[in-house]
């Protein structure tokens, strides 16, 4: 089993920055791809950056210049940083791995979900 555990959400005001993080923990071989999504209240979930095992990031465009993805796969450890925050950007952040297990099936993992509200 692989458990993703994330931190770093909170309340900032307009303008702030913010780092999530999100380790997974378990079982685990390897992991092909680690991503954040976002939901904001009456939204559907929706992509907001993701990171490939070779290091090739990409982020929805409108986060472009503002989020940057990155990793530390020795730790099984993906991050979001956040600057020039807006409101719009409010929401549940909740990371996603695809992994390889240890028991080399492939599987899809969600983290618990961290609240960021940008508000002043």
């Known amino acids: 089993q692989v458990q993703l555990v994330e931190s770093g959400g909170g309340l900032v005001q307009p303008g702030g920055s913010l780092r999530l993080s999100c380790a997974a923990s378990g079982s685990i071989f390897s992991v092909n791809i680690m991503a954040w999504y976002r939901q904001a209240p009456g939204k559907q979930r929706e992509l907001v950056a993701a990171?490939?095992?070779?290091?090739?990031?990409n982020t929805v465009e409108s986060v472009k210049g503002r989020f940057t993805v990155s990793r530390d796969i020795a730790k099984n450890t993906v991050y979001l940083e956040m600057n020039s925050l807006k409101p719009e950007d409010t929401a549940v952040y909740y990371c996603?791995?695809?992994?390889?297990?240890?028991?080399?099936?492939?599987?899809?993992?969600w983290g618990q979900g961290t609240q960021v509200t940008v508000s002043s």
């Open positions: 990171i490939t095992i070779d290091g090739r990031a």
């Open positions: 996603n791995m695809n992994v390889v297990t240890g028991t080399y099936s492939l599987q899809d993992y």
